[in-house]
């Protein structure tokens, strides 16, 4: 007969409570859930339509906060969150597990073995799922059945409030206006800011004060750091999100149709000009227009944007009639329009007037810690295109990623984990796992840091690992030399100086090489 294990539900109850008013609550809650119930694992997954976050884990890598679980791919997590109790899974049900890989264990047992899910609800609604998992066989059967259901009721219970808290305090820390449907528009949107980083707080922040304003807004930052990710943002949490959101690549217009493309045209206005066309200011009416590289347009043209942006009165070409639009305008850029201004580039009254709110999105090597995160982003958003079912890091690639100072940011990032995975996924077995040798498509430049960063490490191992005698020679040698020069190199008055027998000094230097 199997023995079975009681939860003392009871002191498991206090244990939660006692921990909810801690700072990082929901953290201390996966710790305490491990214990109970005897997990390796435990992640705390916030439910933000179509997916399943996580907040808070135990015995997960790190890289696991940036996953985002689509729960209509991952089989498990599906059958959790449709289930009314606690569900605990056959060791043998071959459903893809989405941590496999991913529990830390110095083993490196790869596949979790035990699985159990709890689902977060209130009055029906999904709020988010705990699981716990196991690298052992058979860990959750051996609660009973309703000593185990009873314990997880009062887990989902107590995590469901802690959630709820959570949610309130980061809503009345952002000081701003949003009602609960631009919230829950901005969390439906398909583009995310990846990052916990002191820079990457410092934007959400700035990014929630400005949003629902009605303010121009000017998005700085290098080639691939996100502008654009910013800028839907920054839609997608204004008043006006159910309104369009109008791109407008100034880098790919031709000065010789800019002005039409910006304000449309009449039929006759210009050859080819075949009949009526509406410019992207009139098609973002009530919206947003988003003015991308706006570094990049002609003079000419942005004497006629400046009107347009100052009284909300275009004309199409070839037509005499003002047209009024009512548009939020963000305009991004990686140049210094500030010396642009100052070259003559620029014209600088459409300068001021754009960057009513600058918004700085800062480069990736500014924040490095956030690249696990978004390594476990990238991970997860391709590895349902590429067909592979757990994807895991080799230990000795996220050093390797740390020390790039990644000049292309974000993309490039991006591009590399998709690159890695491609190669990675050709390797036959269940759990993909990222080598070091996957990314040997790396740019020059990334081969040229890594070497140097070798060769110093080798160096300075070199240097600790030298045999002590000799160091010791060294010293004696560099000091018997700064004495000797001091004395006006006379070996006599170089013992004086050194309070060392004169005979002494002699073999010793002779020893040394210094004779």
């Known amino acids: 007969m199997t023995k079975t294990y009681a939860i003392d539900t009871e002191e498991l109850c206090l244990k939660l409570l006692e921990a909810i008013g801690e700072d990082d609550c929901l953290s201390a809650f996966t710790e305490i859930i491990a214990q109970y119930f ?51 899974f056959n060791d043998d049900v071959g459903l893809p597990d989405p941590f496999d890989g991913l529990i830390q264990d110095k083993q490196e047992r790869l596949h979790v073995h035990s699985c159990c899910g709890i689902p ?24 009973p059945k309703d000593n185990f259901n009873a314990a997880a009721f009062i887990v989902a219970k107590i ?8 949610n309130l305090n980061e809503q009345l820390s952002n000081k701003t206006l949003l009602n609960q449907t631009l919230i829950e528009n901005s969390l439906r949107s398909s583009h995310e800011i990846i990052g916990q980083s002191a820079p990457m707080q410092h934007l959400k ?17 290098e080639t691939g750091v996100g502008k654009e990710v910013v800028v839907r943002t920054i839609h997608s949490s204004s008043k006006v999100f159910n309104k369009p959101l109008i791109y407008v690549n100034c880098a790919a217009l031709p000065e010789s149709i800019a002005e039409s493309e910006l304000f449309g045209h009449v039929k006759g206005a210009f050859t080819g000009a075949s009949s009526n066309r509406s410019g992207k200011f009139e098609l973002a009416d009530g919206g947003t227009l988003f003015l991308d590289e706006i570094g990049e347009l002609p003079l000419s043209i942005q004497a006629k944007l400046l009107r347009a942006i100052q009284n909300g009165d275009i004309q199409r070409v070839g037509s005499d009639k003002h047209i009024q639009v009512d548009v939020r305008l963000v305009a991004a850029t990686n140049r210094d329009l500030q010396a642009e201004v100052q070259q003559g580039k620029f014209r600088e009254d459409l300068y001021h007037r754009l960057s009513v709110y600058p918004v700085n999105v800062p480069p990736l090597r500014e924040r490095s810690g956030d690249i696990e995160l978004l390594v476990g982003y990238f ?5 349902i295109k590429l067909g592979l079912q757990s994807v895991r890091l080799d ?4 050093p390797i990623l740390l020390k790039y100072s990644w000049p292309g940011n974000v993309r490039e990032l991006e591009h590399i984990i998709s690159r890695a995975m491609l190669r990675a996924g050709t390797r036959p077995g269940r759990i993909t796992t990222l080598m070091p040798s996957d990314i040997d498509s790396i740019s020059d430049d990334m081969k040229v840091s890594l070497n140097l960063n070798n060769n110093k490490l080798s160096a300075e191992v070199s240097e600790i690992t030298k045999d002590f005698s000799e160091m010791v020679d060294d010293y004696k040698r560099n000091l018997i030399m700064s004495a000797f020069k001091l ?13 060392v027998d004169k005979s002494n000094i002699h073999r010793l230097g002779k020893r040394l090489g210094l004779k």
Not at 126 to 143: A, E, M, Q, R
Not at 159 to 166: D, E, S, T
Not at 379 to 383: A, D, G, K, V
């Open 205 to 221: 922040q700035e990014i929630e004060i400005v949003a629902p304003s009605s303010l121009s807004v000017l998005v700085t930052g």
């Open 159 to 166: 995590v469901l409030q802690a959630l709820k808290n959570h």
């Open 487 to 499: 004395s006006q190199r006379n070996w006599n008055k170089t013992a004086q100086l050194l309070n």
């Open 379 to 383: 991970i997860e958003n391709n590895r």
């Open 38 to 88: 005897d997990a390796d694992a435990v992640s705390i997954l916030e439910y933000k339509a179509p997916k399943l976050q996580p907040v808070a884990l135990f015995g997960l890598s790190k890289e696991t906060f940036g996953r985002r679980l689509d729960i209509a791919d991952n089989p498990r997590l599906s059958a959790i969150v449709y289930g009314d109790q606690a569900t605990i």
């Open 120 to 143: 977060i609800k209130s009055h029906g609604k999904l709020h988010g799922v705990i699981t716990l998992d196991s690298l052992n066989l058979g860990v959750f059967k051996k609660f």
């Open 395 to 398: 230990p000795r690639l996220m």
